[in-house]
């Protein structure tokens, strides 16, 4: 738990979480929600065309959106890493940030997934007539990254209310 501490207590920690610079807490969580949205957002639409929405748009357009969604990651990581260090004592303790870390990373792993089959893997989808076929493997992988995803947000919403995050802010 020192080591907790001295991190939160540290230069960047006492400025993002004390300051009341307009750069530091508040624009912090607004890059953070913006990489969210280009990660699990656009993530999610490529899921959905993979489970048949949309399905006249080939899956072969999709994929400068993969350079798009890991640019959402890596603000989204930076962006938490600062967070993590002004909120180390409480987050690093609790269950459902820890549940957030690892639905993200199954998330991720997933992403890289469905990219593979899809672009680098020379048999998986073939366009007969015009039209993409999605093999069930792939469809399988799009419902688990919409899960994952699902469940990363949710948690990440839930560390102020639940766990050691909301113990140490007066909640249950």
Do not use: C, Q
């Not at 540290?10 to 300051?19: A, H, K, M, P």
């Not at 350079?67 to 260090?85: D, E, H, R, Y």
């Not at 990219?115 to 893997?121: A, F, G, I, Q, T």
């Amino acid at each position: 738990m020192d080591v907790l501490r001295a991190i939160e207590d540290s230069g960047i920690g006492i400025w993002v979480r004390e300051s009341g610079s307009l750069w530091s807490y508040p624009t912090i969580v607004f890059l953070h929600a913006v990489g969210l949205t280009f990660v699990a957002g656009v993530n999610a639409a490529v899921d959905l065309r993979l489970l048949g929405f949309a399905p006249r748009l080939p899956l072969a357009s999709m994929r400068g959106l993969f350079p798009v969604m890991w640019v959402g990651f890596w603000i989204n990581a930076l962006s938490g890493i600062a967070l993590l260090i002004a909120d180390a004592t409480t987050m690093m303790v609790s269950w459902v940030f820890w549940v957030k870390i690892a639905a993200i990373v199954l998330a991720v792993v997933t992403l890289a997934r469905i990219r593979y089959v899809l672009y680098l893997d020379p048999n998986a989808v073939a366009a007969p007539g015009g039209h993409d076929t999605v093999p069930p493997r792939l469809k399988m992988l799009a419902v688990a990254s919409l899960f994952l995803w699902f469940a990363a947000v949710t948690a990440g919403r839930l560390t102020a209310y639940l766990g050691a995050g909301a113990v140490a802010k007066g909640g249950h």
